[in-house]
């Protein structure tokens, strides 16, 4: 096999593709990246049993072949190298040479009959929106699915199609985050979790551009990304997801709308007086156009006033203070508005097209 | 104890303070930053009895006092206030109010009774040298000091006066850092050797330009370096620096001259075959014209000819890549210049000036 390519035009190529390469394992084929030159480009594939990566890279192929080399390893090599043209040849026992300048590099590389290729996607559906919305949709959301394994099913995020609104949802039991985008046609309804270490690595590969489109493919038992030159295929988490729509309903007590920076602000004060495994709740105090904001702890204590406008009853209602956090820096509107119903139940700040919605638990506390 | 400040300068001062703050102590008085305010500024000192810094910040102080808080939290704090004025109160109880905009925060404070100042310095010689000199010689120096304990005196700097010359040295046994400076005076020869810690700390503190300048006054058993507003005090290292120019003088039989950053790229790719506890040597062979490096490990190998302005023998030398990398990224010369004497004999880059010379040892080698 051999090759020649643009230095920079690879290492984007193998900076996709290594993302699906686990930094952990015990089979040392899926820290390989296969590389296949055929036609008028190279497929650089990578594979961690539950997500896969194929990305394609223009290329001047001289001799067709298959061979698969290490991924750190190749992609510190190329990092390293010139801003020039890399040659790339592999032998029949499968040794590597890498050309680039007046550089060569000589590694030893595997034949690939291991490795294990991207599975077959059967889509039964195809929706396509643009890198800048599912981008977004996945970093507003991403930060609320749970961070341990002991519930699967939180550990991915919903991705949910009704007739022709597209929603995301993650929850890890102390909160919920929801977005919800249209889209130009109307599916059928569907529902599948998708692991959200497939979701993380896929926002980072997208670019976020408004113009840019990503088609997602629902099968069975996988869902697929494609953007130009590069696919990703992932496993689904098995399981019925929780009834979302139960969660959000209901009336509200109090409704309050309040500059987002200030309140973001504020709350990230709190958060200093907050240590791993204590949880001292940033108390939120309405009484007539104002909210007071307090926390006390063994640290020392914080209080501020801002300015609401608030219709409906005075209320004292505790939160932690980081999830709170987490959920207004997801949001970019100038104001939010928060949904409180009483001290122990939910509160909800959501937009009024509920583009966004947002469920924070309270916590409970004496005073 | 009340005084007014800037945010900004508060947060400057506290950023230079929290230098002398150790990591991990177990006199809880050392984690503190202490405030005395006076006249029309405040006084930052922190200490961690090794080196320690004192920082003015200009203030509108309305009752003057003491009080000690702690470094982190009060940095924290800061960092996160709007920038505004600032208000700082403290009682006879040592209880701290903080107020910025609506915020106010309350913290404990210590009396600052334990607090152990910053040691007076009877200064024996005051060299005074641009900040951009100073910051220059300790950034192109400190990566050569020994890591590990072993030997306190390779922990440090030699900062030596001889006449009108200044010079650093930094050496951990597999090689020597040295730089070299003109002064505009000329002073009592003098010898002493800085602490490693302090003048990372110091580099980061000064601001590298050329019209800043940092008086450096030397005393019996401490080296102190003064920038507009702020004091830093350190404890020398006691003992006898190794004798350097013994370990640098002597000929040469071998001398080439080669383009850096060509030969610093290549250098950086052989440390791809480098892994931890394996001293694999990237080769230097020497024929005519041209210099061929190459380095083969058990991870791969990589090879690599340049062209070399070269007088005397040809030879074949093998260095760790490691630190014949830091040298060259120590230099910012278009072209650097190599001694050698034999492969079993440390090689020189140096300029004419010897404004800079670095040794490295060669490493053993079988073929």
Redesign the interface.
Known sequence: MKFTANKSDLMAGVGIAIRAVPSHTTMKILECILIEAKGSEIILTANDMEMGIETRVKAGVEVPGTVAVDAR?FS??IR???DEIVTFMSDSDYHILIKC????????GKSGEEFTYLPPVEAEECVTVSQFTLKSVIQETIFSVAANENNKVMTGELFEIRGDIFRVVALDGHRIAIRRVALKETFENRKVIVPGKTLLDMSRILTGEMDDLVHIYFAKNHIAFEIPGTKMVSRLIDGEYFNIDQMISGDYETKITVNRTLLL??V??AT?FVREGDKKPIIFELADQEMHLSIESP????????DVAKEGKDMVIGFNPRLMLDALKAISDENVTIYLVNPKAPCFIKDDEMSYTYLVLPVNFIR
């Open positions: 390893m510190e090599i390293k190298l010139p300048g007046k550089a060569k590099f000589s590694i030893g602000s504020c990230d004060r200093l640290l020392g204590a914080m209080d501020e006033s801002l």
